[in-house]
């Protein structure tokens, strides 16, 4: 399939507000795109690259060739060029990776080239999102959207579902199951803003259902998988790291499993117990080289597969009775069933003063649904914070002359794809975080003044605040009060930064 066919329904897309519509198109295109290139395609579509980085900045994308006359340039060879622009490395790659784009961009249109900038740059923004794209690869392989779901759960990427969808329809997704040592989406927790309205949310309380009530730690998520002696340890994002956590993996080793898939969090703590700054956990979790010296502990919450079992499918109850059966007390996260707002109310606050961030409310009853932010798991916060992403930051003055330093702030809009601007922040920000960031935007700019560098809409940031208030100064009339930098997200994709729908929802909350 030619690149052409690609970029014209990324702009008919964007047009198309209906999401049916948006569907339509999609499907479509993924029907002429066929099993060859559709793992490709939907990639592009998505916005994303299955390279994921390449090494291309702005600067490489400031100077265009000369457009060709007519689309020419097949899926398959642009997919091919980006492999060879990652590869290289070494003395005189950066020319190399510029020759290399430059040839690319000379054989695609006027209308493939500024297709090729905006996925390049991050900001393919046509309101193709993941529930979206799923339901696209259903519409054009003809099989339910459950099951292309289930598959992209079990699977972890929605490029090989929508293959083998489009080659062997419903029989072909059969294929995709749980398997020790390949990760799987990680089941995701909604927000409310008390204990209470969780308890509400999951019809629970005096009479109603009991529910568990776990600690949430300021930590990093880890699926733990077993298989004998193998032991892998993949972070919410999949990545595989292994080899960076020794002390985890003897850990779990040592467990009495023949095979296991487990799902918990890591955190490095104090002797005292008391949890250590996130940074500390990050650091140990980002580093390359396998070290011990500020060791992690493991806090296990559920089980996906022990001993031979699936359990996915499984209600929340069983799933843990079984967990506690083969896990030792000591690597399972605290955790309390009750039907009680003030045995719940007084868990959380526990769990606060010991220096957590706060509690996960847990439906009995639900199965492990991957990679969707279900109402089985609601998260429950002292604080008002945010997960938004940096659009754009500005040079910062006096001590802080030559960093980059005010970040503007955006909320995801998923009927955009898109990104709402909530406010600017300078606050929270160390030395340490001000160096690092002004180094890794500046590599990443997609375009600069003297003033502000604006950026790929890809690093996330938590973001506490004190309140919302009314702003005709931004698009959505809402404004961060006091808002403060609390740590960058690297284990969050800008696909999962909070919606402009959730800081709507909170401001009658704030007000």
């Known amino acids: 399939m030619l690149l052409a066919e690609i970029a014209r329904t990324s702009a008919e897309v964007a047009r198309t507000s209906a999401r049916r519509g948006k569907i339509d198109l999609l499907a479509d295109c993924l029907r002429a795109a066929g099993p060859d290139d559709a793992a490709v395609t939907v990639a592009y579509l998505s916005g994303e690259l299955p390279q994921r980085q390449i090494g291309v900045g702005y600067a490489a994308l400031r100077d265009l060739p000369p457009p060709a006359a007519e689309p020419a340039l097949a899926v398959a060879e642009v997919d091919a060029a980006f492999t060879e622009i990652g590869a290289a490395s070494g003395k005189g790659s950066v020319a190399r990776r510029r020759e290399l784009l430059g040839a690319l961009l000379a054989r695609a249109t006027r209308a493939e080239q500024d297709f090729l900038i905006r996925l390049l740059s991050g900001e393919l923004r046509q309101g193709a999102l993941h529930g979206v794209m799923v339901d696209a690869v259903a519409r054009a392989a003809g099989v339910p959207a459950a099951r292309v779901r289930r598959a992209v759960m079990l699977r972890g990427a929605i490029g090989p579902v929508a293959t083998a969808a489009l080659g062997g329809g419903a029989q072909a997704l059969e294929a995709f199951t749980l398997q020790v040592g390949r990760p799987v989406r990680p089941m995701l927790a909604a927000g409310a803003p008390s204990v209470a309205e969780a308890l509400a949310k999951l019809d629970s309380g005096p009479g109603g259902k009991r529910v568990a009530v776990e600690w949430k730690l300021d930590g990093v998520r880890a699926q733990i998988h077993v298989d004998g002696d193998r032991v892998g340890v993949f972070t919410r994002t999949l990545d595989d790291i292994t080899d960076r956590l020794p002390e985890v993996v003897a850990a779990a080793a040592g467990l009495p499993l023949r095979d296991a898939v487990l799902d918990g969090e890591l955190i490095a703590l104090r002797p005292d117990g008391r949890p250590h700054p996130f940074q500390v956990t990050g650091a140990r979790t980002a580093t390359r080289t396998a070290t011990e010296s500020v060791p992690l502990s493991i806090f296990v919450f559920d089980a996906l597969r022990l001993d031979g079992e699936d359990l996915l499918d499984r209600p929340a109850a069983d799933r843990y009775a079984a967990l506690a059966e083969a896990v030792p007390a000591d690597l399972l996260m605290p955790r309390l069933v009750t039907d009680s707002p003030q045995e719940a109310a007084e868990f959380f606050a526990d769990a606060v003063r010991r220096g957590h961030e706060g509690v996960v409310v847990k439906s009995l009853d639900t199965p492990y649904t991957a990679g969707r932010r279900g109402a089985g798991w609601i998260k429950v916060k002292p604080r008002h914070t945010l997960d938004l992403v940096v659009l754009a930051a500005e040079w910062g003055h006096g001590r802080r002359s030559g960093y980059l330093s005010n970040l503007h702030l955006g909320a995801r809009d998923p009927s955009t794809g898109g990104f709402v601007m909530l406010g600017k922040t300078f606050k929270g920000l160390t030395d340490e975080l001000l160096a690092w ?75």
């Open 437 to 511: 960031q002004t180094e890794r935007f500046r590599e990443l700019a997609v375009r600069q003044d003297s003033w502000t560098v604006h950026l790929r809409p890809e690093f996330v940031v938590e973001i506490a605040f004190d309140g919302l208030q009314r702003s005709p100064r931004y698009p959505a009339g809402l404004a961060l009060r006091f808002a403060r930098v609390l740590r960058y997200r690297p284990d969050k994709t800008s696909a999962e930064a909070d919606t402009i729908d959730t800081v709507r929802a909170l401001a009658p909350v704030l007000d």
